[in-house]
C-alpha cells in the first residue's frame, strides 16, 4: 500500500513537474469520440520525443516541431515490443509532410508510417491537468 502511493505521488509530482516546467506547446487534442481540450505546456509524459516507425527504422520526432498529427488505431503493429498505430497524417513546421492510407490505391505500394502510442500526452487545462495515452489520441493540433 505504501510502495502504491508513493508510486502515485511519483507520477503526480512527475507530471506537475513537466508541467511547470515551461515548455510553451499549445494546441488542442481530439480522442476517437471527437472530444477534444485545449491545453498549455502539452507534451509528453514518458521521453521527449514521437517514436515514428517507416520501414522498419525509428525516427525521434520533438513535439514543438508538429503542427498536425491524425492516429488510426484500426492498423497497428508491434515493433521491439512496443505498439504502434497507423500514422495517417503528420505535418511539421518546417513543412514536411506525410499521409498513409488505410486503404492503398491499386498497384502503389505507398510506404505507411506508425506512431508509438506507448506514452501519454499532457497539458495544463483551465480546470487542471489533462493527460491521455496516444493510444485513445485521434488527431493533435499544435498551435
Do not use: W
Not at 16 to 43: P, Q, W, Y
Not at 57 to 83: A, C, G, W
Request: charged content about 25%; proline content about 3%; some cysteine.
Amino acid at each position: 500500500m505504501i510502495h502504491r502511493m508513493h508510486s502515485l505521488l511519483f507520477i503526480f509530482f512527475s507530471v506537475s513537474a513537466f508541467l511547470l516546467s515551461g515548455c510553451g506547446i499549445e494546441g488542442t487534442i481530439f480522442n476517437h469520440a471527437d472530444f477534444n481540450v485545449e491545453v498549455k505546456r502539452m507534451g509528453l509524459a514518458e521521453g521527449k520525443n514521437l517514436k515514428i516507425l517507416q520501414h522498419e527504422t525509428i525516427r525521434y520526432i520533438k513535439l514543438k516541431e508538429v503542427e498536425e498529427i491524425q492516429i488510426d488505431p484500426s492498423e497497428m503493429v508491434q515493433f521491439e515490443r512496443q505498439l504502434y498505430y497507423l500514422l495517417t497524417k503528420i505535418n511539421l513546421k518546417s513543412g514536411e509532410a506525410f499521409e498513409s492510407s488505410t486503404r492503398p490505391k491499386p498497384g502503389l505500394s505507398e510506404p505507411k508510417a506508425y506512431i508509438c502510442v506507448v506514452p501519454s500526452i499532457a497539458g495544463k487545462t483551465k480546470d487542471g491537468v489533462f493527460r491521455i495515452s496516444l493510444s485513445d489520441v485521434a488527431k493533435i493540433i499544435v498551435e
